[in-house]
């Protein structure tokens, strides 16, 4: 094997492939890359056995050949050299050469046969719509994906297609994030709960562009297909929470606000609410709603603060106990400029709503409060 290609094209591979290295592993070919050349082509492949990542790239290839190199090794490597052509070839002791400029490096390889395929999936269901679409719709979910492995269902975000619309759900116990968007191309109903590792990576390969991705789904594999990239997941397994029947549709206090002005104050606020005098104990924030304000406070064993907003109310008084982490989460992923929170009881879910589009849901739920 010996290919010749620039530095900027090849980190750019391995940048997209390295996150499916196995990081803990028995398995030492888990934790290398594949590189196999076709034709005019370099192919990168890593594989964890839970998401494996394709990228293809066209590159001069002077013999052809396929080796499995540690992914930690070359990658750094390369990230190092010069910005110019860099020189890999496999010599008679398969060890894989780089040469650039005055440099030049030789890494042990290990046998190709021996990586483990990707899934093959037989397609039962898909969907295209723009990269851009899809990254917005993973950045305004993700952060509610659980983190909780006792309850692997919520570690990942529900892909749900219905009449049309494709909805991206994720929950954690203590909140709801869910977002959607209606597809240009008709297709099946069908949904599927995707690991929120997969998304993260996914959210890093893809463009912010126009440019369309493929995600298909089996029984338990999901394919995302791009230009020149193809990452490869396991579907969690199991019944994820029927969120339509957790999402309160009426309320008894609401209030307009402007978004940038409440997450501020959140964030001012939540300076006492996680002291870290206390070994990182946190405090609920109060949020009190009277006619035409609202008061955010909270109180620890050191310290106390308090903020007023003037906002447009509608309904009745209220006072209620939250997580502000929960409230500045979503607030960072909202672009509009002003916000409706709708609040049910002091024990009832608050939501989180745009004043202007239907296309994001966000609910957070109370800490009850200490008399």
Do not use: H
């Not at 672009?335 to 994001?360: H, M, Q, R, W």
């Amino acid at each position: 094997m010996k290919v010749v290609c620039y530095k900027d094209k090849i980190l750019k591979a391995i940048n997209s492939v390295v996150k499916g290295v196995a990081s803990k592993t028995t398995m030492p070919i888990l934790e290398g890359i594949l590189i196999q050349t076709n034709d005019n082509e370099i192919k990168l492949t890593t594989y964890d056995l839970e998401i494996g990542i394709e990228y293809v790239m066209e590159c001069d290839v002077k013999e052809q050949g396929n080796t499995v190199v540690n992914a930690v090794m070359f990658s750094e490597i390369i990230r190092k050299l010069p910005d110019t052509e860099i020189y890999i070839s496999l010599n008679s002791d398969n060890l894989l050469e780089i040469e650039c400029e005055g440099s030049l490096y030789k890494l042990s390889t290990m046998n190709p046969e021996e990586f483990p395929e990707l899934p093959k999936i037989e397609i039962e269901n898909s969907i295209e719509l723009e990269q851009n679409t899809l990254k917005n719709m993973i950045r305004k979910t993700i952060f509610a994906v659980s983190t909780e492995e006792n309850r692997p269902i919520f570690t990942g975000c529900l892909f749900e297609v219905e009449n049309n619309k494709l909805n991206l759900v994720a929950v954690d116990g203590f909140r709801l994030a869910l977002r959607s968007v209606f597809l240009s191309n008709k297709t099946n109903d069908f949904s599927a709960v995707i690991p929120g590792k997969t998304l993260n990576e996914v959210n890093k390969i893809i463009s912010d562009s126009f440019d369309l991705i493929k995600i298909g789904v089996s029984k338990n594999q999901a394919l995302f297909e791009m230009d020149n990239c193809k990452i490869v997941t396991r579907i969690l397994e199991g019944e994820f929470l029927n969120y339509k029947s957790v999402i309160p549709s009426n309320w008894e206090t609401r209030i307009k606000v402007n978004k940038n002005n409440i997450q501020d104050c959140f964030e001012r606020i939540m300076l006492i609410s996680s002291s870290s005098v206390e070994k990182e104990k946190k405090y609920p924030v109060k949020v009190s709603v009277d006619i035409g304000k609202v008061t955010i406070s909270c109180t620890n064993q050191t310290s106390d603060a308090k903020e007023e907003i003037f906002v447009s109310t509608e309904g009745k008084n209220l006072e209620v106990g939250f997580n502000p982490r929960y409230f500045i989460d979503s607030l960072k992923s909202i672009e509009d400029e002003e916000v409706y929170f709708e609040f049910g009881s002091n024990i009832a879910p608050c939501l989180i709503k745009s004043t202007e589009n239907k296309n994001y849901t966000y609910m957070v739920l109370p800490i009850r409060l200490k008399e």
